[in-house]
Every structure is written in C-alpha cells, then in structure tokens.
C-alpha cells in the first residue's frame, strides 16, 4: 500500500487536490502495481510563514508573492 504525503501551501482548492489525487493515484497504479483503493495521499497544508526556499521564507519572497496572494500565508 503506498502511502504518499503531500505538503502543500495553504488554500488549494477541493478540485485542485482531487486532481492531484487521481494523477498520482493512476501513477502509483502505473508505475507501482498498486491497486487504486490500495493508494492512500494525505495532504499536509502549511502556511507560507513557515517554510524557508534557499533561507528564505516562503511569505517573504518575493518570487512565490502571487502563490502566497492566492493561496494565504
């Protein structure tokens, strides 16, 4: 049974994360041998103030600035 975690920055949507799930589901079927009810992904959702790119939090750089609008810090 693989079991996949995923981080995420907080506030993808219900459509976004049931993408995701089934793209990654259809893969671990594909590459894995899994079956699909065997594939489990959990979704660990943090915010933008504490996670750090190259020393840098993610709330405060610049280049995610239009990620961190959408989606909150």
Known sequence: MPN??????RGRTVDQRRAFAEAVTAHAVDILGA????VRIVYQEIS??????GGVLASEDS????VVAKHGA
């Open 4 to 9: 996949i975690t995923v981080e995420l920055l």
């Open 48 to 53: 933008a103030d504490v996670v750090a790119n």
């Open 35 to 38: 079956r699909p009810q065997d």
């Open 63 to 66: 280049s995610r600035a239009d």
